[in-house]
């Protein structure tokens, strides 16, 4: 969606920021929310802000999520204080309106957000190290340490059943069945694939189910390029995207890890016989989420960490196969077969991982 300069600029003031505004230009490459990088003159320093529009087709209770990130940010905040660390790099910082609320609206009834740019920081789409892989592990493992003891309740779910990974295969039956694009023949391979996996799909949520696997918050989205690397240090500093930080399973965001930086090519390349799973990238993340999150996580979850890689790459497949027969109504596309694309993709990967499941059960018991 293309925004005029002076509907940006209002945007900027309506949030409780001193200075000039002087430019705004896309950022990112996010598949869902629309967000822009701010530039601000304040006494002659130019500074940057992030902005960003709520997708309201995604997220229908943008008020609820707005005080998820809220709560969470806060809660870190003070932890990082407490440890005396530097907290100009460590967590998400929130403007907020001149009636002290962490978000605006717009007159289309849109939610918009603002952060402070953290500088001298990076994303990385594709992991270039193992280094760089166990530094990400780490930092989302301290991001649910961090979370274990945030006061005030239950979060919000600002997505229910996001993981639910057996709702998401009765969405991809649904989509099968009703076949509005007309597109399910000429995909029959890829969905015959996908329900031959149903059944060992669903083992976290039964795990869940039976109180060996138990709640926690997590990030739910913890792909490579939602952690801020420092440019100096090499350290995973910042958790970024946190619109579906939420009540969830561990193993979600250390299955998300695996799908997101194991992946030889990364999620958009075509040629599938580029994709495959890396296994020092797994081992990695393995021993970084661990270093982190060891303290407090149960044998039940760790034992189950080698197949939370196959059951999220699972599951983001069915979304891209079931977004697809839907006739790409969620996720952004750059082409008319990007959804398909994307979904074999993910498969390719599966795949990859089942082939290394030894290797990986092996690292489990050392």
């Given at each position: 969606?293309?925004y005029?300069?002076?509907?940006?600029?209002?945007?900027?003031?309506?949030?409780?920021?001193?200075?000039?505004?002087l430019?705004?230009t896309p950022?990112?490459?996010?598949?869902?929310n629309d967000?822009f990088?701010?530039?601000?003159?304040?006494?002659?320093?130019?500074?940057?802000?992030?902005?960003?529009?709520?997708?309201?087709?995604?997220f229908?209770?943008?008020?609820?999520?707005?005080?998820?990130?809220?709560?969470?940010?806060?809660?870190?905040l003070?932890k990082v204080?407490?440890?005396?660390?530097e907290?100009?790099?460590r967590?998400?910082?929130?403007?907020?309106?001149y009636?002290?609320?962490?978000?605006?609206q717009?007159?289309n009834?849109?939610?918009?957000?603002a952060?402070?740019f953290?500088?001298?920081a990076?994303?990385?789409?594709?992991?270039?190290?193992?280094?760089?892989?166990?530094?990400i592990?780490?930092?989302f493992?301290e991001f649910?340490k961090?979370?274990v003891?945030?006061?005030?309740?239950?979060?919000?779910?600002t997505i229910?059943?996001?993981?639910?990974t057996?709702?998401?295969?009765?969405r991809?039956e649904?989509?099968?069945?009703e076949?509005?694009?007309g597109?399910?023949?000429?995909?029959?391979a890829?969905i015959?694939?996908?329900l031959s996996?149903?059944?060992?799909?669903?083992t976290?949520?039964?795990l869940?189910?039976?109180?060996d696997?138990p709640?926690?918050i997590?990030h739910?989205?913890t792909?490579?390029?939602?952690?801020?690397?420092?440019?100096l240090?090499?350290e995973g500093?910042?958790?970024?995207?946190l619109?579906?930080?939420?009540?969830g399973?561990?193993l979600?965001?250390?299955?998300?890890?695996?799908?997101?930086?194991?992946?030889?090519?990364g999620e958009?390349?075509?040629?599938?016989?580029?994709?495959?799973?890396r296994?020092?990238?797994?081992?990695?993340?393995?021993?970084g989420?661990?270093?982190?999150?060891?303290?407090?996580?149960t044998?039940?979850?760790?034992e189950?960490?080698?197949l939370a890689g196959?059951?999220?790459t699972t599951?983001?497949?069915i979304?891209?196969?079931?977004?697809?027969l839907?006739?790409?109504?969620?996720?952004k596309?750059?082409?008319?077969q990007?959804?398909?694309?994307?979904?074999?993709n993910?498969?390719?990967?599966?795949?990859s991982i089942?082939e290394?499941m030894?290797?990986?059960?092996?690292?489990?018991?050392q």
């Open positions: 969606m293309q005029k300069k002076s509907f940006l600029r209002d945007l900027m003031y309506k949030f409780a920021v001193y200075g000039d505004f430019i705004a950022f990112g490459m996010g598949n869902v967000t990088q701010v530039t601000f003159d304040q006494g002659g320093v130019r500074l940057h802000y992030i902005l960003q529009r709520i997708n309201r087709n995604v229908h209770n943008p008020v609820g999520v707005m005080e998820n990130i809220d709560r969470v940010t806060s809660h870190i003070k204080r407490t440890a005396r660390m907290t100009k790099k967590t998400l910082r929130l403007l907020r309106d009636d002290n609320k962490p978000y605006v717009d007159e009834g849109d939610y918009w957000r952060y402070v953290i500088e001298n990076r994303a990385y789409e594709v992991l270039e190290t193992p280094e760089q892989a166990y530094r592990a780490m930092a493992g649910q961090q979370l003891d945030l006061p005030g309740g239950r979060l919000n779910e229910p059943d996001f993981h639910n057996p709702k998401r295969f009765e991809l649904e989509a099968v069945r076949d509005v694009c597109r399910a023949a000429s995909v029959a890829e015959d694939f996908a996996l149903k059944e060992e799909a669903g976290l949520l039964r869940n189910e039976s109180g696997i709640e926690r997590t739910n989205d792909k490579s390029n939602n952690i801020l690397i420092d440019d240090s090499g500093v910042c958790v970024l995207d619109d579906t930080v939420m009540p399973l561990s979600y965001d250390f299955g998300d890890m695996v799908r997101s930086a194991t992946n030889s090519a958009d390349e075509v040629d599938c016989d580029k994709v495959w799973m296994f020092d990238l797994y081992e990695a993340l393995y021993k989420f661990l270093t982190a999150a060891d303290g407090f996580m044998s039940a979850e760790k189950n960490l080698p196959k059951i999220i599951e983001i497949g979304r891209f196969l079931t977004d697809y839907e006739g790409d109504t969620y996720f596309i750059r082409r008319p990007h959804n398909i694309e994307r979904c074999r993910q498969f390719k990967l599966v795949r089942s290394q030894p290797e990986m059960m092996k690292l489990l018991k």
